[in-house]
């Protein structure tokens, strides 16, 4: 059973990084995409970036918004997914939410059946 757990959020200053991590403790070894997702108060939720995780290699996606600032990376051996986040402006604040999903990756949160409770980031200017 996939459980997801992220972890790495913070307040940090206008141009300033984070790294996110999201970690399937449930133990069990599949091969999912991942997706990071984003919602700020009174926002929908949006898609961050995605990676699909396969034996040949990945693929990733970006949002236009994140594109060149945040990179998505993962370790299979730890089942654990990253997020690199550069250059942080104030609009980036919102909570960040990983998800899992058998197949490629999608930009749709709708298509993710497994959901972490999130980490909470806060870009100040």
């Known amino acids: 059973q996939v459980q997801l757990v992220e972890s790495g959020g913070g307040l940090v200053q206008a141009g300033g990084s984070l790294t996110l991590s999201c970690v399937d403790t449930?133990?069990?070894?599949?091969?999912?995409?991942r997706g990071w997702f984003r919602q700020a108060p009174g926002k929908e939720r949006e898609f961050v970036a995605g990676?699909?995780?396969?034996?040949?290699?990945?693929?990733?996606r970006y949002a236009d918004s994140v594109k060149g600032r945040f990179t998505i990376s993962r370790d299979n051996a730890k089942n654990t997914v990253y997020l690199r986040m550069n250059s942080l402006k104030p609009e980036d604040t919102a909570g960040y939410y990983c998800?899992?999903?058998?197949?490629?990756?999608?930009?749709?949160?709708?298509?993710?059946?497994?959901w972490g409770r999130g980490t909470q980031v806060t870009v100040s200017s």
């Open positions: 998800a899992a999903r058998g197949g490629a990756v999608s930009e749709s949160q709708y298509d993710y059946a497994d």
């Open positions: 449930g133990g069990t070894f599949k091969i999912y995409a």
């Open positions: 990676i699909g995780i396969n034996l040949s290699g990945s693929s990733t």
